[in-house]
């Protein structure tokens, strides 16, 4: 099986300019951002949960608390896989109990990650509220769940696969649509 | 990459990689035991058999929470109502225990070299929690995960163990650990206990028998307990041990001042520790034993989390593909 780069989804300018929405999105639908806090979820929601963060500060003159989220130990397909995946801390340095929470993820597609994150964070208190945020939702949900705030909503087949690639962690910026070819 | 491992049966065949590996995965537990909520379902519907031959206490009860934290059930086997009692043979209680299909055992043994053969003949992982005087891995693995979290890392350190080296599994897991990473180990005690052959154990192990000298420049004092069915031998009286072996606030500053001292418990105060020492800035006995919690739980999410090998799986080919399809946008 190979896999192919089919088109791009979103540029590096558009990627930025999805963030600014969203943000300012967030902002506006939360009634205020008292107790607002952006979680992102391991690993391409870390660095868009500090960028729409930063992007706030600007607009809005308020620091938002930013948290991580691993959710390896909330996967539902442990039991599938002969290695265990790799197992990272959270870090989370203010309580959620009442919070309202934004999880923050690159991809929404089976919904499965977010049912992990969710899970992830009731250990770690009670939120007021909890909202999702995706750079992408790719629909072919599993779940039933669905996000607040949508930067970019894209049909896909279910043998294609949504790349985001972040230059905090890819070392470039956009997206693209690839797939799986035999 | 890191080679699996499919036991844990000591230290010494670990590669320093490997032990790396264990350590960094133990860091997101010991986040995990601030958690007001501590209960995983991570390992829901696996069972874990705490098969404990030899009395145990502080080990098995770590083990037993670290295995209901993570959300697996327990077999309990303890020595005193085991049918060893009975003249059953090792082989034949593992057997048994292995016949009602945990996915690992947890085992504790008086004779070196019991997991290692129980492993040989078993078909699920092994964790070794203590095979006579051989090795006791995730002692060390704890201490070790307690050094580098003081000093931010192990390299280069010099160790001194005190007290009964020669019967203590702790000691010999400890030495093969932290000799990996480069440490100058001095061993300690009354001259029976230390015998000279322990000096090629490990690279850079001395055997010193004047703990003055033993403690001289010292970065981690690792306590050992004197076994007082030991030491009520006539060879050595409780009275000698004190006055010659006990770690005092006094022979502590012979160490560097930010010398760290590790007890792997049961600590018996007055003894072979001075009450000031083990209650001091230095002493990390408590950090020890959430550190262990940590250790094990890591060490049972990869050991016993995995699915077997071998072993056919519930899942059928298209269906493990869908779910690795599932999360492909998740995992990285």
């Known amino acids: 099986m190979r896999v192919v780069e089919k088109r791009q989804l979103l540029s590096a300018e558009e990627i930025g300019r999805t963030l600014q929405r969203l943000a300012h999105e967030i902002v506006e639908k939360s009634g205020g951002t008292k107790d607002l806090a952006l979680i992102g979820v391991r690993r391409r929601g870390v660095p868009l949960s500090q960028r729409l963060a930063a992007i706030i500060k600007t607009a809005a003159g308020v620091s938002v608390p930013v948290g991580t989220l691993d959710i390896t130990l909330y996967r539902d397909d442990l039991s599938t896989v002969a290695q265990q995946p790799v197992v990272h801390s959270n870090e989370i340095d203010f309580p959620v109990d009442d919070r309202d929470i934004v999880l923050i993820d690159d991809v929404l597609y089976t919904g499965r990650t977010v049912r992990a994150a969710m899970n992830g964070l009731f250990d770690l208190g009670r939120p007021r509220r909890i909202r999702l945020c995706v750079l992408v939702d790719r629909g072919h949900r599993e779940l039933p769940v669905e996000a607040s705030f949508i930067g970019r909503l894209v049909e896909t087949s279910d043998t294609e696969i949504v790349e985001v690639r972040l230059q905090e962690i890819d070392g470039e910026e956009r997206v693209m649509l690839v797939d799986r070819v035999s | ?332």
């Not at chain 2, 699920?124 to 890392?153: C, F, S, Y």
């Open chain 2, 1 to 332: 990459m890191l080679q699996r491992l499919e036991h844990l049966l000591g230290i010494e065949p670990l590669t320093r990689e490997q032990i790396t590996f264990i350590l960094d995965q133990a860091a997101p537990f010991q986040e995990f035991q601030r958690h007001p909520l501590k209960k995983l379902a991570t390992l829901r519907g696996k069972t874990v058999a705490l098969a404990f031959f030899e009395a145990s206490t502080r080990t098995r009860i770590s083990f037993a929470t670290a295995t209901s934290r993570l959300g697996a059930d327990q077999m309990n086997l303890q020595a005193e109502a085991s049918s060893l009692k009975k003249g059953e043979s090792l082989i034949d209680t593992v057997r048994t225990l292995e016949a009602m299909r945990p996915d690992g055992i947890v085992m504790r043994h008086s004779s070196s070299g019991a997991a290692a053969f129980v492993a040989q003949r078993l078909e699920i992982p092994v964790l070794n929690a203590g095979d006579g005087t051989h090795e006791h891995p995730t002692q060390a693995l704890l201490d070790a995960l307690t050094i580098r979290d003081r000093r931010g890392n192990l390299d280069g350190l010099n160790v001194t163990i005190l007290g009964d080296i020669l019967h203590s599994r702790v000691a010999r897991s400890n030495i093969h650990l932290l000799s990996k990473f480069g440490a100058q180990i001095t061993l300690c005690g009354p001259a029976m206990w230390v015998p000279a052959e322990f000096e090629g154990l490990a690279p850079n192990v001395r055997r010193v028998l004047r703990i003055e000298d033993a403690l001289e420049g010292a970065d981690v004092i690792v306590v050992l307990r004197v076994q007082t069915e030991r030491i009520n031998e006539p060879a050595l009286a409780a009275e000698e041990y004190i006055l010659r072996y006990q770690l005092t606030s006094e022979r502590l500053r012979l160490a560097k001042s930010d010398a760290l001292m590790l007890h792997p418990g049961p600590m018996i105060r007055g003894l072979e520790i001075d009450p000031v020492v083990a209650d001091g800035p230095q002493s990390c006995v408590l950090e020890q034993v959430t550190n262990g919690l940590a250790v094990r739980m890591a060490l049972l999410y990869h050991l016993v989390g995995g699915a077997p090998a071998d072993a056919p799986h519930p899942a059928d080919a298209s269906s493990s593909a869908n779910s690795a399809k599932g999360t492909s946008n998740a995992a990285d």
